[in-house]
DNA sequence: GGCCTGTGCTAAATCGATTTTGTAAAGATT
DNA sequence: AATCTTTACAAAATCGATTTAGCACAGGCC
């Protein structure tokens, strides 16, 4: 019972293993080997059921045909449609994916990072998180394949794809201008990722093309690092100190969700006393009632160009990839919070 | 730049490949490697960061130290916390995990074996969706370890971790009684799972138990392969024409969102016009006003367990696995929708 | 002194593929 | 006819480890 080598389909085929290999892997014409002899090795294979074993292909050849995915939190519907749309892809190129969450640990990023190399993934897709900019750096500078989703790091040069955050919450922002709005809110956190200042960027700017003046007091950035009760208690206080907003823009579906919390706290209802939007879409939103209007990520096709962007640099040593830096458009979602 | 390997170390070291090999595999004792020799081994390791490559020792022992995961959806809250426990564990024990997710694809579970088959890893944690019964029959017998979670196969003698299903429906019926509920309903699914007739039977038990009289017309089974919008209007009319009902028991948190939905577009309010509890917990339920009463699985017990099991198999050949057939209880939270 | 038994390691085989090099036979060239 | 090419494969090296078999030397025993 035990498995099919190469050397037994070739012993089967009455030829040597490494005619074998030369036809199942397309060198058949290269090495010339007649059409009769690469059909019977075929014939072989195919009733014979043969498959390579990865781990020997993988040993010789230095590809491990696997693509590490490393994500801040395996939960959380972003990594779940990441996750499909990559697979997806990646099985149809022929990769494996193997995920990893750093779960908001700063240090553990880089040990899955080493974990990883260990494991000789060919290639990473990974969405960085505050603490892991060095162990990118480092996996930059050793020219290992990477791609960047969801956010980056100025000042390192890999390719990255995400959504055009700026755009995204000006599309928020004008939805909330037609809708009347104009005491508009902005709740944050103190990351320092590169999306959360775009965003806020785009809130302040908005503002200002609607020239509404900036008040400093109806914005909050709440503690990344604070416990999920403190940062409910920090927001409420928020509200509480601002009752002439009618709305609040929430810079993160996790800030969302804890504004929705928040607002139930203070038997706030939406979108009569409130109105909420939100930047990035979650389960909750479509059956919180009333609804919460969003502004949705394009996760297909992050996923896809992610993708696309790291077999690039796996297919070949082409020289300094071009066009790498990718924003994608989001898209409003207006459900009956505003 | 060339990757550190064991024949560099050898030569560092002025010992034989085999010997460095011995010492850093904890056979020094056993191969009688002067302690003179082996520390400078250590030495030369310690301070070249020399790490084995995997591959190679994978090849050579057979050892992939992997585990495959195969869960029905890679999302979900379920499958988040069986991950993270499960991965924590394994890597505990050296042993790296690779996740799939069958999708609700009756046959994506069969190739999913297949293919983490080939890629040689060393047991299985799954979660058996229907369909997948000969797949596993198959792995059983051709004795790869295998551990499955949340359900079984009556059929096959595979261990298995899972929730007491009827001792939860019970916590759960039992507290509806205590409220004073007496006309429930129960939601269920024509998925033929193990799980889900221990459910009901555990309804129908309960029932006679209070001396209720089961009435068929009270249940419902929503069809598994309709869409969502066809459920929820197979759902509303099932509330529609059971107006009288107080509770309704949903056999699992799929089915409880959509009864929220449901329960939404009635404009019925729990618990007002309409007590809730679902099997299974969610994070929309603790966010979904007024918070939903379920029974939370032990997921964790369950994750630990189900790598105990495994393991036990993985680590030698001893004979039938005894007591591996586990259930453990379930938690009633309860919230305010009863 | 010859034989046997431990020591303490080294040499070589092995895992299952890929890839480079080698080679016999047929055909082309001078 | 002798030499060179080309054809069509086979043989052997290789990837980086583990593991089995082997081997030199020391000491003990008869």
New interface residues.
């Given amino acids: 019972m035990k498995r099919l080598t190469l050397k037994d389909v070739a012993r089967m085929a009455g030829v040597a293993p490494s005619t074998v290999s030369f036809v199942l892997n397309g060198k058949a014409k290269q090495m010339r080997i007649r059409d009769e002899v690469a059909q019977k090795i075929m014939g072989v294979v195919n009733q014979s059921g043969y ?1 390579p ?4 292909v ?2 010789r050849t230095g590809q ?1 045909k696997t693509l590490g995915l490393i994500v801040e ?5 972003f ?3 990441l ?2 749309t990559i697979e997806i892809e990646a099985e149809r190129l022929g990769y ?1 994916v ?2 990893c ?1 750093t ?1 908001n640990n700063a240090e553990k990023g880089g040990e899955l990072i080493r ?1 990883l190399g ?3 993934v060919d290639g990473y897709l990974i969405t960085p998180a505050p603490g892991m900019e060095n162990d990118i750096r480092r996996l930059v500078q050793m020219h290992k394949p990477v791609v960047l989703m969801d956010s980056y790091f100025p000042g390192i040069k890999a390719p990255y794809v995400l959504i055009d955050n700026f755009h995204g919450v000006q599309l928020g922002m004008d939805h909330l201008f037609e809708k009347g709005y104009r005491k508009i809110g902005y709740v944050s956190v103190d990351i320092s990722l590169i999306q959360l200042s775009e965003r806020q960027r785009s809130y302040v700017q908005a503002l200002r093309k609607m020239e509404i003046p900036f008040r400093k007091k109806r914005m909050v950035e709440l503690n990344y690092h604070d416990s999920r009760e403190q940062n409910l208690a920090h927001l409420e206080a928020f509200i509480r100190e601002n009752r002439d907003l009618d709305a609040i823009f929430f810079a993160t579906n996790y800030l969302g ?1 804890l504004g ?2 928040a607002l ?1 706290r203070l038997k706030l209802s939406m979108p009569k006393h409130m109105a909420v939007i939100c930047f990035d879409d979650h ?2 939103f479509r ?3 009333p609804g919460i209007t969003c502004i949705e990520q394009p996760i297909e096709g992050i996923a896809s160009k992610a993708i696309t962007l790291l077999m690039k640099q796996l297919d070949k040593q082409q020289g300094p990839l071009k066009e790498s830096q990718v924003t994608l458009p989001g898209k409003l979602i207006v459900r009956s919070s505003t």
Avoid: K
């Fill in positions: 498959e074993h990865r781990v020997a993988n040993l491990s939190s395996i939960s959380g519907s990594f779940a449609s996750a499909r494996n193997v995920y969450s779960e974990m260990r494991q000789m969700i929705l919390e139930g389960d909750i059956l919180y009632p």
